[in-house]
């Protein structure tokens, strides 16, 4: 089990003490100083099963300053991993990686059936 996070982020912290809570025994990455590649992100992503608009942070700072809600549509998905990989304050987050799954953001109610 593997939680991507940033660790200021309040959402991640809520999802790293449940994840303490349950005495999951889990390891951390930081996906600002160690960011993910491509090849990192389009398994993520495949293993998710969703799609790789989810996987973008819509409502920070980053997204909003590259003006993406008005490109997201027309990008391919190989700009979108292309960008994803380039800063990780643009991936949605936390991302938690348990064994076939990938989970998306913190949702306590998803994150119970982990």
């Given at each position: 089990?593997?939680?991507?996070?940033y660790?200021?982020?309040?959402?991640?912290?809520?999802?790293?003490?449940?994840?303490?809570?349950?005495?999951?025994?889990?390891?951390?990455?930081?996906?600002?100083?160690?960011k993910?590649?491509?090849?990192?992100?389009?398994?993520l992503?495949?293993?998710?099963?969703?799609?790789?608009?989810?996987?973008?942070?819509?409502?920070g700072?980053?997204?909003?300053?590259?003006k993406?809600?008005?490109?997201?549509?027309?990008?391919?998905?190989?700009?979108?991993?292309?960008?994803?990989?380039?800063?990780?304050?643009?991936?949605?987050?936390?991302?938690?990686?348990?064994d076939?799954?990938?989970?998306?953001?913190?949702?306590?109610?998803?994150?119970?059936?982990?």
């Open positions: 089990m593997l939680l991507f996070e660790p200021r982020c309040s959402t991640c912290q809520k999802a790293k003490k449940y994840l303490e809570s349950k005495n999951f025994n889990f390891g951390v990455r930081n996906i600002v100083i160690d993910l590649n491509i090849n990192e992100l389009d398994r992503i495949q293993k998710s099963g969703k799609d790789i608009n989810k996987f973008f942070n819509t409502s700072l980053k997204y909003r300053e590259l993406l809600k008005d490109r997201i549509q027309t990008m391919s998905y190989e700009e979108k991993l292309q960008i994803l990989s380039t800063d990780g304050m643009l991936v949605k987050r936390p991302l938690l990686e348990v076939d799954k990938v989970l998306i953001g913190f949702k306590e109610k998803e994150w119970n059936n982990v």
